[in-house]
């Protein structure tokens, strides 16, 4: 029987209070990712892959998995690694399972980088299997205080892992990433921890925008309603209730009575406007906007959200600052606040907000 320690799975940022005891369906899951990786990796020993003797051959190879990720632990290796997201713009994080090409990827990575919090829930069995040959494998979240963590009743027992939505808490995993750089690589532990430093100065500056922007919305429209529940940190931390058709996980299906309570918050507070997401299918949303049309309220589309996935490569929505920036933005404007069009810096792009 394939069993791996309590301990592994709270490395990992995995939560071992889900840990079930494996069916034969999942042993036979794990003889599969084994299989995989031994054939990417020509039957060499895994832990090799990650050693610390690649990491002064640079730039050395980090893979990680969605954009917020990518682009944090960018700021901080700077041009000491190479690295590689494998989830794109479109891509659902609670959905993705791991591709062949994906488990070449991390099987040919020296580090590894997710956010944990089962986020990735389809990929902790690679993340296990990959630790367990002895590669450097980090949930950037591992840093965080337990008791900053949402654990909404509505999903007991799993943690909320949506923790980038509060631009200070997720700061905190950048000095993270940083030590488990210099750890990896000592000979340039202090260049990681400058990165860190002004990374989150940048980050800092963040947060004081997003505060003061979501605080110009008059205070009767504070109410945020997106697609699935991805911004109770944001709510927590910026002053917005949070309400959305589907739960933490986009698994969930939005239900009829779901909808209808929406609809009858929305008309009851006189809200102006209700968002899509980039990537979670908006028919949810949508029905909210139909329901209360059809009692007399005339409901806007404020605009598209970026919750699980930034915006395209190579645009500053793609950003995790400028992902935030045109978020705090487009909420605010939508709702009565008050904003630039070009958001903090003046480099938001129209077009992104639309659907």
Request: one cysteine or more; proline letters at 5%.
């Amino acid at each position: 029987m394939l069993a791996f320690p309590p301990k592994l799975y709270q490395f990992l940022g995995l939560d071992p209070r889900n840990a079930r005891r494996p069916r034969l369906a999942t042993h036979f899951a794990w003889l599969a990712i084994f299989a995989m990786l031994a054939a990417v990796t020509g039957c060499k020993d895994l832990g090799s892959a990650g050693g610390n003797v690649n990491a002064r051959m640079y730039p050395y190879r980090i893979v990680t998995t969605c954009g917020m990720v990518t682009d944090m632990v960018r700021n901080i290796a700077g041009d000491k690694a190479e690295v590689t997201g494998l989830m794109g713009p479109t891509v659902d994080p609670h959905l993705h399972k791991p591709t062949r090409s994906d488990v070449r990827a991390l099987s040919e990575a020296d580090v590894v980088f997710y956010v944990g919090l089962m986020l990735e829930g389809r990929m902790a069995d690679t993340f296990v299997s990959l630790a367990a040959s002895g590669k450097p494998v980090y949930a950037v979240t591992e840093v965080i205080d337990r008791s900053k963590l949402r654990e909404p009743p509505e999903f007991e027992g799993h943690w909320d892992p949506h923790v980038w939505m509060n631009v200070a808490l997720w700061s905190e995993c950048a000095q993270g990433v940083a030590q488990r750089l210099a750890e990896f690589d000592p000979a340039n532990a202090q260049y990681y921890r400058d990165n860190a430093a002004r990374y989150r100065e940048e980050l800092a500056a963040l947060d004081a925008y997003v505060r003061q922007t979501i605080a110009s919305i008059p205070e009767g429209q504070r109410m945020l309603i997106t697609a699935h529940d991805a911004f109770g940190y944001f709510g927590e931390a910026y002053g917005l209730k949070v309400q959305s058709p589907q739960g933490i996980t986009t698994e969930s299906e939005p239900s009829v009575e779901d909808v209808n309570q929406l609809v009858d918050l929305v008309v009851r507070n006189k809200i102006r406007a209700i968002f899509v997401e980039s990537s979670v299918n908006p028919k949810g949303i949508r029905a909210i906007q139909q329901g209360a049309e059809q009692r007399g309220w005339k409901l806007a589309l404020g605009g598209r959200l970026f919750s699980d996935a930034m915006g395209a490569e190579g645009t500053y929505e793609g950003t995790y600052i400028g992902m935030m920036d045109h978020n705090a933005t487009t909420i605010a404007r939508a709702l009565g606040g008050e904003a630039p069009e070009g958001g903090m810096q003046g480099r938001l792009t129209p077009a992104a907000a639309e659907e």
